[in-house]
């Protein structure tokens, strides 16, 4: 089992700058990839940025180039940092670690990116 905990979520204006974080606990040597997700209210949950254990990353068109997903291994945290947010960021962020066939969820972070 894997545990996640994330925080660093909050209240920015346009523009602005917020730095997630999503500290990990349990069985982490197992976890095979690492991810960010957001769900808008009235949306889907969608993908925002992975990270592999290869260090291999990949954003969601969205936030390509604004965003940038990375870890620090000792600390077993990865983070998330999000530059230049934009209104249509606003949303609940969650992080996924991929265990095998499995995964699992954080209890998500809110960002609002409000005028």
């Known amino acids: 089992q894997v545990q996640l905990v994330e925080s660093g979520g909050g209240l920015v204006q346009p523009g602005g700058s917020l730095r997630l974080s999503c500290a990990a606990s349990?069985?982490?040597?197992?976890?095979?990839?690492m991810g960010w997700y957001r769900q808008g209210s009235g949306k889907q949950r969608e993908l925002v940025a992975f990270?592999?254990?290869?260090?291999?990353?990949n954003y969601a068109a969205s936030v390509k180039g604004r965003f940038t997903i990375s870890r620090d291994n000792a600390k077993n945290t990865v983070y998330l940092q999000m530059n230049s947010l934009k209104p249509e960021d606003t949303a609940v962020y969650y992080c996924?670690?991929?265990?095998?066939?499995?995964?699992?969820w954080g209890q998500g972070t809110q960002v609002t990116v409000f005028s």
């Open positions: 996924k670690a991929g265990v095998g066939y499995s995964a699992s």
């Open positions: 990270l592999t254990i290869t260090g291999s990353t």
């Open positions: 349990g069985s982490i040597g197992s976890i095979n990839v």
